[in-house]
């Protein structure tokens, strides 16, 4: 919760953009000792104008606003696709956007604040609608592009603008994860033979709810059957033989409210310093490669066969980012990412 006045934060805000002028907003709240949101917050009147719900109201507004940039991030990936929002679908717990350039997966327990934000930048006026957490860290936001329906933008505000937009918001911790039990108090076998007869991937986390078990400690006990440990550079190793081969692939990147997917090629890959880049028209991904520790190639039964996924996790065990070959329901797994897999992550022969 932020101490300071309304005024002390803003002399703050100035003396640090003076002092780094292209300092990005996560950044600046760090240094400030703030949260993104907060630091968003205290733009109100000037660059910010509060948002109130029902958040699945204001995504489904969304819609009007025709092609924008939408933007999911975790503190290790930045996910960022072009597209339009649409085939929407809400129920009590989240929704769904399920759109081939938006592809979302909405958890919007986790959606407690959210703003219209008009900044000038060096390539002019940006335009945005940005949300967060409990905790004021960022959960989705969604930039305006040229060819953006700025009129359905300004009714969107006025629809679901805020009573109260003096205030800065009140952010509280989230609670801790539970940490995982002891490898010998879960029932490995029963893990096992349920996760053997799985029919859909989305089955995996009721499996995983069902034993008690985290999610890398599943994979862990599954070493050798279902999971085996990958280098560390999983990722680059992905990217770059996708971009070779020309293979589709997907990318999950996710954090607490929303899970955003790229399917599609990937072309334009490139590092800088500790930075993975894919920067394609419509679709650029950043991942911090630094903060990868462990990396699992993972199967799953289906009905249709294994469906296979390459997993990245921080040192907290926290997944920062997933991969799958391009697959629909009912499809069988891409001979093309298997071999991507076996190949190029394991460097293996070529999968059976």
């Not at 969304?62 to 933007?71: I, R, Y």
């Not at 692939?249 to 996710?254: D, P």
Request: with cysteine; proline share 4%; net charge negative.
């Amino acid at each position: 919760m932020i101490t300071t006045s309304v005024e002390e934060l803003h002399a703050k805000i100035r003396q640090e953009r003076e002092a780094t002028p292209n300092v990005r907003a996560r950044d600046l709240a760090d240094r400030l000792g703030i949260s993104e949101g907060e630091l968003v917050c205290a733009g109100l009147g000037q660059t910010a104008t509060r948002l109130t719900g029902p958040w699945s109201e204001v995504i489904t507004a969304f819609g009007d606003l025709g092609e924008v940039m939408a933007l999911t991030r975790n503190h290790g990936v930045v996910h960022e696709k072009v597209g339009e929002y649409a085939n929407m679908s809400f129920g009590a717990h989240g929704g769904i956007v399920l759109n081939h350039d938006i592809d979302l997966r909405l958890f919007l327990k986790n959606w407690a604040f959210g703003f219209a934000v008009s900044e000038d930048t060096r390539s002019g006026p940006r335009r945005s609608l940005q949300f967060f957490g409990p905790d004021g860290t960022a959960v989705h936001k969604v930039y305006l592009r040229a060819e953006s329906h700025e009129a359905a933008y300004e009714a969107l505000i006025a629809q679901f603008v805020h009573e109260n937009q003096q205030s800065l918001i009140e952010v509280a911790a989230l609670p801790a994860d539970t940490p995982d039990r002891a490898d010998g108090e879960i029932d490995a076998e029963g893990l096992l033979s349920h996760w053997s007869g799985l029919k859909d991937t989305h089955d995996f986390f009721p499996l995983l709810r069902k034993y008690k078990v985290g999610r890398q400690q599943a994979l862990r006990l599954a070493e050798g059957r279902f999971a085996e440990r990958a280098p560390v550079d999983a990722a680059e190793r992905v990217l770059h033989a996708a971009s070779a081969s020309g293979a589709p692939i997907m990318a999950f990147v996710g954090n607490k409210g929303i899970i955003q997917i790229h399917t599609g090629p990937v072309t334009r890959i490139e590092p800088k310093g500790p930075w993975i880049n894919v920067l394609d028209d419509g679709f650029n991904l950043h991942l911090r490669s630094d903060l990868v520790t462990d990396a699992w190639v993972v199967r799953k039964p289906t009905d249709d066969g294994d469906v296979t996924s390459v997993e990245l996790y921080d040192n907290d065990g926290a997944m920062l980012i997933q991969f799958f070959g391009e697959r629909k329901p009912g499809q069988v797994e891409r001979d093309d990412w298997r071999t991507i897999v076996s190949e190029n992550v394991l460097g293996k022969g070529v999968a059976a």
